[in-house]
């Protein structure tokens, strides 16, 4: 880590923001995560290239059955690896960051530094993709025909929208 860290460290010890460095330890959800992770992509290339096998709902339940702890923990990120709206390597260089500090590899300061650095390819650009995947589920006329417009006088216009 640069010197940057330990300016991070000397601002985020003068603030409110409370050290969970020792609570994420405790916890170890980095195994759980990547081991949910991959069972979901496992669901949904199992299930999604054969849409006929299992419906929507089905589907959707299996997911939530076998991937309970991240869609009770981490619901946002179920629905983004389930909707493929994720990139899956961002995702796990996340998972790996948590890791580095469960592991006291880092502490919860350097984490941050380093999920600062990934926050941007994984939200923003997970943003563009599902933008781009609504864009191409909406089919717009290349070409689109106008009916023929008929030339008439401000007279002519005149007549017919007052006659009424």
Request: aromatic share 10%; with cysteine; proline share 2%.
């Amino acid at each position: 880590m640069s010197s940057d860290s330990i300016d991070l460290k000397g601002f985020m010890n003068s603030g409110k923001n409370n050290d969970h460095t020792c609570h994420i330890r405790e916890k170890k959800h980095s195994k759980q995560l990547f081991d949910d992770v991959g069972a979901l992509l496992s669901l949904n290339e199992r299930y999604n290239t054969h849409p006929n096998v299992i419906d929507k709902t089905q589907f959707e339940d299996m997911c939530k059955t076998n991937c309970w702890f991240l869609y009770r923990y981490y619901t946002d990120i179920f629905m983004k690896v389930k909707n493929k709206e994720i990139d899956i390597m961002t995702l796990y260089k996340f998972i790996k960051v948590l890791e580095m500090i469960e592991q006291e590899k880092i502490d919860q300061y350097q984490g941050e530094q380093l999920v600062a650095e990934i926050a941007k390819t994984l939200y923003l650009d997970s943003c563009e993709r599902k933008s781009k995947k609504l864009e191409n589920s909406v089919k717009v006329e290349e070409n689109p025909k106008f009916e023929p417009v008929n030339n008439i006088s401000w007279k002519c216009y005149k007549e017919l929208n007052t006659s009424k």
